[in-house]
């Protein structure tokens, strides 16, 4: 089955304590990209990659790093969370030929106290 | 002012009404758009997309944009219960969908279809 998977799926943490959101798509997609969202803003897209090792900052980057090293996974790495962090991430992947039609992962939810 | 903007609801109906969505977006470089559907705790899914102007029909959904007042709207006709989710707005931003692209969406508007 197609799809793109995010673990975990629900995750409460403290300031400052480093963490991981993993994401894996199965397609062969080379584009992948990171979104959150937050009541009355929307979907804001944090990071995105065109293929390994290209990646490239969306509207909301600051806090968050990225890396690309495998074309299927696509990390979203806190160094340093702080509670304005806590929202509802999603991971969504596409292809190049046909970028509008995202597919995204099932979303993670984060809370930072 | 936001690059997108999208009217956030909620908008509630009676089940066979027509429902209109609609969008306004600031950036003429914007090419591509497109409609997300998101049901409660699910991720966005791809209802519909258009390329620059005109309308775009697919079963009971109706996709328009116009360029020259920079608004995109989604028209559902005989509208259902199972309509009811989160409607995203969606624009590919600098170089088109197949180079390196950032996308903006709307911030979602939440449709309610009553029985």
């Known amino acids: 089955e197609a799809q793109v998977t995010q673990n975990p799926r629900y995750l409460i943490t403290v300031t400052g304590k480093k963490l991981t959101v993993t994401c894996s798509q199965n397609m062969n997609h080379e584009y992948m990209s990171w979104y959150r969202q937050d009541p009355g803003l929307g979907l804001r897209q944090i990071y995105y990659?065109?293929?390994?090792?290209?990646?490239d900052k969306g509207d909301v980057p600051e806090g968050y790093k990225v890396s690309r090293k495998e074309k299927r996974n696509f990390p979203l790495i806190l160094e340093s969370p702080s509670p304005n962090q806590t929202s509802l991430y999603f991971c969504?992947?596409?292809?190049?030929?046909?970028?509008?039609?995202?597919?995204f992962g099932p979303g993670t939810r984060l809370t930072v106290t | 002012q936001k690059e997108v903007e999208q009217d956030p609801g909620p908008l509630s109906v009676p089940e066979g009404a027509i429902v209109s969505l609609n969008c306004t977006y600031s950036?003429?470089?914007?090419?591509?758009f497109m409609w997300y559907r998101q049901y409660s705790r699910k991720g966005p899914e791809l209802l519909m997309y258009?390329?620059?102007?005109g309308n775009k029909e697919d079963g009971r959904f109706t996709a328009q944009v116009d360029k020259s007042s920079k608004y995109i709207s989604l028209f559902i006709r005989d509208s259902q219960p199972s309509d009811s989710a989160t409607y995203l707005c969606a624009q590919v931003a600098q170089g088109g969908y197949s180079s390196a692209s950032k996308i903006i969406f709307g911030s979602g508007t939440r449709l309610s279809i009553r029985p």
């Open positions: 258009t390329y620059s102007s």
């Open positions: 950036n003429s470089a914007f090419q591509y």
């Open positions: 990659s065109m293929n390994v090792e290209v990646t």
């Open positions: 969504a992947s596409s292809s190049t030929t046909e970028g509008y039609e995202q597919y």
